[in-house]
Nanobody
Framework: QAQLVESGGGLVQAGGSLRVSCAAS????????MGWYRQDPGSQRELVAT???????NYADSVRGRFTISRDNTKNTVYLQMNSLKPEDTAVYYC?????????WGQGTQVTVSS
């Protein structure tokens, strides 16, 4: 079982950058596929980026080229570096961990991009 704690959200102007982090409380973090999702009010939660246990990454078309997902298995942490932020990136960002069909979610961190 994995517990996830996100941090690093906040308010930033359009065009700015922000990095959110997700710390996992599991000693087998390196075996988990990790991901970032986001949700704004009235919308469904959507995939932003994923990174497998082998380090293979995948991005939503809307963020490809602007966002970078990475992981540090020595710190049990996954990161999402967000550059060239747009107002439409405003949402609660959730960390996700998946292994063997089991999924775990963090509590979310708010990212607000002002125009």
């Amino acid at each position: 079982q994995a517990q996830l704690v996100e941090s690093g959200g906040g308010l930033v102007q359009a065009g700015g950058s922000l990095r959110v982090s997700c710390a996992a409380s599991t000693v087998i973090f390196k075996f988990y596929n990790m991901g970032w999702y986001r949700q704004d009010p009235g919308s469904q939660r959507e995939l932003v980026a994923t990174i497998t246990s082998d380090g293979i990454t995948n991005y939503a078309d809307s963020v490809r080229g602007r966002f970078t997902i990475s992981r540090d298995n020595t710190k049990n942490t996954v990161y999402l570096q967000m550059n060239s932020l747009k107002p439409e990136d405003t949402a609660v960002y959730y960390c996700n961990a998946e292994r063997n069909g089991f999924q775990y979610w963090g509590q979310g961190t708010q990212v607000t991009v002002s125009s």
